[in-house]
């Protein structure tokens, strides 16, 4: 059986769906992944062959001000899941971010390029890498720029902002691959499926600013918005991030056939089934 942590999640609803079969699901309250007690429970129960954790503290800015937490979720959860996952000789998949990377390199990430966190996001989702491979089988999922059906993100932000004006600023100065999380999903089923552990980099194909996302967004959607640029520094968040942080995908791709779509092409795909859910 396959258990997905974090099940209520952007990415757990599609890990649920595509994954299928022996698949169960959970998430707060049933399972918190900060309480060994909680741990051991569901994992000794339902002993499950993989255990997929997609359950984290996902507001980057908040994990700033918010220290003690990011790091009992990001970090010391997926230590408590790992070693659980030992005990019980199970598969510990861990999903993580480009943000453990500075961004400096200049061209896409290779799964072993150093690492450089800029932001307690970063550095939490990094500990949360290096527990998890206290799982003697581990498999670890780096990925970047979400957006789903099932979650906030940056495409219904931009789709409400239209609803209420005709002219915003979006930075321009951050390049990365915006990724739907059912592409996502698939990937993760096509690395269990071909037994793969390690490191891997899964994102959609090809890069762009979050300016050039924004007007493909509008564009796509029929919408006329005029979207002007700002900097990472104008915008002022508290936590820092990566301005060129986009991953080199190409280990999926060898070890397992898989290929992920055109950013484009998926946004295509998320706007359709976003429509066809009645959004
Ligand atoms: N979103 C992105 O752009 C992005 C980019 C790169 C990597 N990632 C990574 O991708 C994964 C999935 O992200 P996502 O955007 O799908 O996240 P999400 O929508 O925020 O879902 C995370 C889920 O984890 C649950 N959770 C939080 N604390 C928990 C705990 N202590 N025990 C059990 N469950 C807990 C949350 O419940 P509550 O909602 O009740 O708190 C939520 O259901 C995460 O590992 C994230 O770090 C995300």
Partial sequence: MILVVGANGMLGHDLMEVLQGDVRGLDLPELDITDLVSVRKALLTLKPRVIVNSAAYTDVDGCESNVETAMAVNGEGVGLLALTAREIGATLVQVSTDYVFDGSKGEPYLEDDPVGPLSMYGESKLAGELNAAMAPAHLIVRTQWLYGLHGKNFVETMLRLASERSELAVVDDQVGSPTFTRDLARAIKALLDTGCTGTYHVANSGFCSWNDFAKA??????????????????????????LYSTLDCGKLERDTGFRPQPWREALKQYLQARTATGK
């Fill in 217 to 242: 967004i509008f564009a796509e959607s029929g919408l006329v918005v005029t979207v002007n640029a700002m900097t990472t520094e104008q915008l002022n968040r508290p936590a820092r991030r990566p």
